[in-house]
């Protein structure tokens, strides 16, 4: 199975700041990699699709970067709706799998 | 717009066979760019993929539940199943149904809001 790492586990930041969620696989997954917002309660929500391309209906703010094994989901400006959890996974071969989630806080 | 509900008993006993059905609304069941997906959370944990299904009958499962698990269709109902053997205090979970898009690429939108399943005795 391809195992997914993200970092930091969990992030303090302010409003208006600009933050940086990293994600790691174990062998090369190419451009598929996928990232979703989870807010407590509910379900999570698709973010950006094949590492870079901005799901339909989400703010310009999100962006994805990278390919093979390193990616980065940066957030501009954050705003307070963007306080959740977020997670990586890869859609490379199955057994899809997820990054253990990045907790984002206010500071 | 497509949207999926899931439903479930709630609360089952250890070494009973767990039922829940995902109910697809606003969309066909029948496209060839989609598979229909289980994935669970337990509670304060991260998210695992449980399998898949294609509208041909064809089905993907994770490896860790494959003893367990079937994943069936319904495209009469629009229905996708998920039926878990002998289950223990490691399946309890909220489980979400998922559309998988396959075309190249693939990602899980929309989500089910999610049932949680309770294992206890």
């Known amino acids: 199975d391809i195992q997914m790492t993200q970092s930091p586990s969990s992030l303090s930041a302010s409003v208006g700041d600009r933050v940086t969620i990293t994600c790691r696989a174990t062998q090369s997954i190419s451009s598929h990699l996928n990232w979703y917002q989870q807010e407590p309660g509910k379900a999570p929500n698709l973010l950006i699709y094949?590492?870079?391309s901005l799901q339909s209906g989400v703010p310009s703010r999100f962006s994805g970067s990278g390919s093979g094994t390193d990616f980065t989901l940066t957030i501009n400006s954050l705003q307070p709706e963007d306080f959740a959890t977020y997670f990586c996974q890869q859609g490379h071969s199955t057994p899809y799998t997820f990054g253990q989630g990045t907790k984002l806080e206010i500071k | 717009q497509v949207q999926l509900q899931e439903s479930g008993p709630g609360l089952i006993k250890p070494s009973e066979t767990l039922s829940l059905t995902c109910s697809v609304s606003?969309?066909?069941?029948?496209?060839?760019?989609?598979?229909w997906n289980w994935i669970r959370q337990a509670p304060g944990q991260g998210l695992e993929w449980i399998g898949n299904?294609?509208?041909?009958?064809?089905?993907q499962y994770n490896p860790s539940l494959k003893s367990r698990l079937t994943i069936s269709l319904d495209t009469s109902k629009k229905q996708v199943s998920l039926r878990l053997t002998s289950v223990t205090a490691a399946d309890t979970a909220i489980y979400y149904c998922?559309?998988?898009?396959?075309?190249?690429?693939?990602?899980?939108?929309?989500w089910g809001q999610g049932t949680l399943v309770s294992v206890s005795s």
């Open positions: 998922a559309r998988e898009h396959t075309t190249g690429y693939n990602w899980f939108d929309p």
């Open positions: 094949a590492a870079s």
């Open positions: 606003g969309g066909s069941v029948t496209s060839g760019s989609y598979y």
């Open positions: 299904i294609y509208y041909s009958g064809r089905t």
